[in-house]
């Protein structure tokens, strides 16, 4: 078998998922300090996901669930990967264009249908202005995540996981120059994101024709891999499908209060930043690897993998969630308040990352989870599930909403994701040994628990002593230093103290991966 190195390429996609992450909580620090919670925030925010949405149903999502198990295959079985890719990436830009243009007409009705909170004052007009600029990003970051697909599936992480790293760069820089020159903020910010696109695109397209991975554009065409591709996407299409519907949800019932839109995202962007690092990490290199395992009928090794995902998972976000349940306020107060974010902002969207911090867990097992039934082409079972969790979804955040308010939605997305996480956990049962995790994940996986709790007791009592100095203008990014620094030091030793990791594991996979 032509082998993947599971926490080698784990730890590459890591790497530039945490970079591409931290600039993007730099973007977040820059558009609340030079925009701020308000009217232009939501419209910007809800204009943006429109595209990242319909990406995520089609591209990241749906297609790449369908395409990179298929591609996998091909290529561990030297059959014709390349035309397979080809007729794929003209496919899907065929789609895609169709989708571009009906939205650009559409878009007062795609605002309605996504935000109707919004219809009754300027947030309004000001997202379908800003939809019509961004919306076309989706072309170029979809025809990106192909490319992304096969390069994965081959072996190669680097520049897909790097590519991801452009569009924060063009942003920031953009929204400092604007703010530099005197020019509008948002509309520096607006116009940048097809450009950065159009970026991303290209470093992946060049990366792919080195590794081997020749695509040109041609006439879409139905041939029977194609037919095949699309009988394994149209279920987990619909099952992108759902769970955007659970983000609209949210949405929907955030729009009704006065800056929830804008506070939500905050939030949802601190813990995107362990999900991205680790979860989107572990589900970019274990689909591919579980595809070839089960070609070659290896087992033992796909269980292995399976296992080690995740260990390393649980290893790295349990402490991340305590982490973000603990210290929510000092992170967002030292990272967002500036500007025009002020103290009660941050108290806010606080208590949105904590809620958050609750279901991280689970959004980082469902990425570890689903490559099973990926893997098979099975996408219709994801698909049940993803149903029960859009109920559960919508009846927590519609439900809870007259009476929590805007924190709603936040509730009902941590609830639904551990939802799934059960319905996957024994769904996968059937699948027999493999989807099984062995003994070494069973010994660590409550030790890692517990030294995660012992980190945040040691969190709290650092807080408490460095109180006053988080209180300070200058002082609290020297204490926010401290502060995490103190908590990675708890962890590790009470991690190596219980028995939940060994400091050697992490420090071979770095020599793997370093040869």
């Known amino acids: 078998m032509k082998p993947i190195r599971l926490i080698s390429g784990i730890l590459t996609v890591g790497f530039w998922t945490l970079a591409s992450r931290v600039l993007g909580?730099?973007?977040?620090?820059?558009?609340?300090?030079?925009?701020?919670?308000?009217?232009?925030?939501?419209?910007?925010?809800?204009?943006?996901?429109?595209?990242?949405?319909?990406?995520?149903?089609?591209?990241?999502?749906?297609?790449?669930?369908?395409?990179v198990p298929i591609f996998s295959k091909k290529y561990e079985g030297d059959e014709d990967a390349l035309a397979f890719a080809r007729d794929a990436m003209n496919g899907l830009a065929f789609v895609l264009m169709v989708i571009t243009g009906l939205a650009l007409v559409f878009m007062p009705a795609l605002v309605w249908a996504t935000a109707e909170g919004f219809t009754e004052d300027a947030r309004f007009g000001l997202t379908v202005g800003y939809g019509r600029v961004i919306f076309p990003y989706i072309l170029f970051i979809s025809l990106a995540a192909l490319f992304s697909g096969a390069l994965n599936a081959t072996g190669h992480f680097a520049a897909a996981a790097a590519a991801p790293v452009l569009l924060n760069i063009f942003v920031i820089i953009a929204m400092i120059a604007g703010a530099v020159i005197g020019g509008e903020v948002i509309l520096w910010l607006v116009w940048t994101i097809p450009f950065a696109g159009v970026a991303q695109l290209a470093l992946v397209w060049i990366a792919a024709e080195r590794a081997g991975v020749r695509v040109r554009p041609a006439r879409p065409r139905l041939t029977p891999d194609m037919t095949r591709l699309v009988r394994v996407a149209v279920p987990a299409a619909l099952a992108g499908g759902v769970m955007q519907v659970n983000l609209l949800v949210g949405q929907q019932v955030a729009s009704q209060f006065d800056k929830a839109v804008g506070w939500l995202y905050a939030a949802d962007r601190l813990y995107q930043l362990p999900l991205g690092v680790?979860?989107?990490?572990?589900?970019?290199?274990?689909?591919p690897d579980l595809s070839r395992r089960l070609e070659a009928e290896d087992d033992a090794g796909a269980r292995h993998a399976f296992s080690r995902a995740g260990e390393i998972s649980l290893a790295l976000t349990v402490p991340a969630a305590v982490a973000l349940i603990v210290i929510p306020l000092p992170v967002v107060s030292v990272l967002f308040e500036r500007g025009a974010t002020g103290p009660a902002d941050s108290a806010a969207i606080a208590v949105a990352v904590a809620i958050y911090g609750l279901g991280l867990p689970a959004f980082v097992l469902q990425k570890v989870l689903q490559p099973l039934f990926f893997a098979r082409e099975d996408t219709r079972t994801p698909f049940r599930y993803a149903l029960w969790s859009m109920v559960v979804n919508a009846v927590l955040a519609?439900?809870?909403?007259?009476?929590?308010?805007?924190?709603?939605?936040a509730i009902a997305t941590s609830a639904a994701g551990w939802v799934m996480v059960v319905m996957l956990g024994l769904g996968g049962r059937r699948l027999g040994e493999v989807a099984h995790f062995d003994d070494r994940f069973r010994r660590r996986a409550w030790r890692i628990c517990l030294a995660s709790v012992l980190m945040g007791v040691a969190l709290w009592g650092t807080m408490l002593a460095l109180g006053p100095l988080l209180s300070l203008n200058y002082w609290r990014y020297l204490a926010l230093v401290?502060?995490?620094?103190?908590?990675?030091?708890?962890?590790?030793?009470?991690?190596?103290?219980?028995?939940?990791?060994?400091?050697?594991?992490?420090?071979?996979?770095?020599?793997?991966?370093?040869?």
């Not at 680790?278 to 689909?287: E, N, Q, R, S």
């Open 278 to 287: 680790v979860g989107i990490a572990v589900g970019i290199v274990l689909l």
């Open 482 to 515: 401290l502060l995490i620094g103190a908590g990675l030091l708890a962890y590790a030793l009470a991690g190596q103290a219980v028995g939940a990791f060994r400091l050697s594991d992490f420090r071979a996979a770095f020599r793997r991966n370093a040869n």
């Open 25 to 67: 909580v730099v973007r977040e620090i820059l558009i609340l300090a030079y925009i701020g919670p308000g009217p232009v925030m939501d419209a910007f925010v809800a204009a943006f996901r429109l595209p990242n949405m319909f990406r995520r149903f089609f591209a990241e999502g749906a297609f790449n669930a369908a395409f």
């Open 398 to 409: 519609v439900g809870l909403a007259p009476v929590l308010g805007w924190i709603a939605p």
